[in-house]
């Protein structure tokens, strides 16, 4: 892939968490921390200080604004559209049955981790995928961002379409992987009661694991305290 860290990638844990930070509802909790999150990303310098400083220019406006309004944009940006889904599953295969397979494989693929997803999350919400690959080391961490690059590219695109600050998380986490953005052609959406629509079998996998107003807070995929025994795949710790 080209990738420019594979040899020595930089650690990135606390900045990857950030970002999947970044990506959830912006709901008052996350407001309330917008200065430790500055923080965290410069402490550990991971991103050049232009992506950085692009990232300040979100994490202000996110505290600038009204809340009604941040909460609207994200709502908009996020839940009106396949291009800039978070739900990486959804730019491969839609609606179509694999989907669901792909999503058991990216689950065991947190298992073998010893991570377990809690209840209501989706295994490719980016967020949650973003918080396993915080918990590997840092050349892994690379090499798994660097598969779903081309996926982050795309939601990349589409954000700079609607020139939307969002997109200097997909733009940190390009340069995480090491891999540069590349142009996309980004069609026009479908109205979104037309485009969001799902077959039975998949009901709700778009919307579970976004957080909205009046919405339980998620939880995020933790590691097994030692001794319990999931009942299920997907349980939470």
Request: hydrophobic fraction near 40%.
């Amino acid at each position: 892939m080209g990738n420019l860290f594979k040899a020595s990638p930089p650690p990135a844990s606390r900045t990857l968490r950030v970002l999947a930070r970044l990506l959830g509802y912006p709901d008052a909790e996350l407001r309330a921390n917008l200065s430790a999150m500055s923080q965290a990303l410069h402490d550990e310098a991971a991103l050049s200080k232009q992506r950085l400083a692009e990232l300040d220019a979100l994490l202000a406006q996110l505290g600038r604004l009204d809340a009604l309004d941040v909460e609207a944009d994200y709502v908009q940006l996020f839940d009106s559209g396949r291009r800039t889904s978070l739900h990486l599953f959804e730019h491969v295969h839609g609606d179509s049955r694999e989907r669901g397979p792909a999503m058991i494989d990216l689950a065991q693929t947190y298992e073998k981790g010893d991570l377990y997803l809690a209840e209501g999350e989706m295994p490719d919400h980016l967020p949650v995928v973003l918080e396993f690959a915080s918990t590997q080391p840092p050349r892994e961490a690379t090499g798994f961002l660097g598969e779903i690059a081309h996926l982050i590219n795309v939601i990349f695109n589409a954000l700079e379409k609607r020139e939307s600050r969002y997109a200097s998380v997909m733009g940190a986490l390009l340069d995480l992987a090491g891999e540069p953005s590349r142009p996309v052609q980004i069609a026009d959406e479908e109205p979104i009661d037309e485009s969001w629509e799902e077959p039975a079998a998949f009901d709700g996998c778009h919307s579970t694991g976004q957080e909205r107003p009046g919405d339980a807070k998620p939880v995020h995929i933790v590691r097994r305290p030692a001794g319990s025994d999931p009942q299920r795949s997907g349980a939470s710790a």
